[in-house]
């Protein structure tokens, strides 16, 4: 009897293989291109959003540095207002050198526990508005009054504390009161400069 040769299947397994492995390459070309993009997209409107964030933090942090800075007290007042050239049109100097007296005032009055907290609100509400309006007319008038409520509570802390510097305290009041509120500040920058000046020797004399 003739032998039947009974040819064996070839496994189909490596074609399943084959299969997968052309799914796979597949979708890594179509679809994983497209998530790149998508990624893509996402990063790029990230790095809006971390650009929106340092262009709006800009003033934050220059607002945090500053205040960093004024925490420096009567030497970070007296170290300010010693380049008198930085007033400029736009009254910067002034607002700041005004935001440094504050503080140096606030922290000479917490030394001495003393409360003036309303008469720093109504204070920094005047120099704020210095720079509200760079090119108003009226600088010197807000100048004055600031200074003038400044000098006041200057004078509050050397009663309770330092009796001796009534006169110092005097020549703050009287650089304040030389300061004309119907002239623009640019042209009276001396009589500015000299109430600042007053105002850190005093100060300077209660550390």
């Known amino acids: 009897m003739a032998e039947i040769k009974v040819e064996k299947k070839k496994p189909i397994w490596p074609w399943i293989i084959a299969g997968l492995i052309v799914l796979a390459i597949l979708y890594f070309l179509f679809f994983a291109n497209g998530d790149d993009n998508e990624i893509t997209d996402e990063d790029n409107q990230e790095q809006v959003v971390d650009t929106t964030y340092q262009e709006n933090n800009s003033t934050a942090r220059y607002e945090d540095n500053?205040?960093?800075?004024?925490?420096?007290?009567?030497?970070?007042f007296l170290s300010y207002v010693g380049d008198k050239s930085k007033m400029g049109i736009d009254h910067e100097y002034t607002n700041n050198a005004l935001i440094y007296l504050m503080n140096a005032v606030q922290v000479k009055a917490n030394d001495l526990n003393v409360n003036i907290d309303t008469d720093m609100q109504q204070i920094r509400q005047q120099a704020e508005a210095i720079t509200n309006d760079p090119m108003a007319t009226n600088h010197a008038d807000k100048i004055k009054n600031a200074g003038s409520d400044l000098a006041d509570v200057i004078e509050k802390l050397q009663q309770e504390n330092f009796p001796d510097l009534s006169q110092d305290v005097q020549e703050v009041k009287t650089a304040v009161e030389d300061i004309d509120p119907s002239v623009?500040?640019?042209?009276?920058?001396?009589?500015?400069n000299k109430f600042f000046d007053e105002a850190g020797d005093v100060l300077e004399k209660m550390s």
């Open 66 to 76: 500053r205040s960093d800075t004024l925490t420096g007290g009567i030497s970070g």
């Open 184 to 192: 623009l500040t640019l042209e009276q920058k001396d009589k500015v």
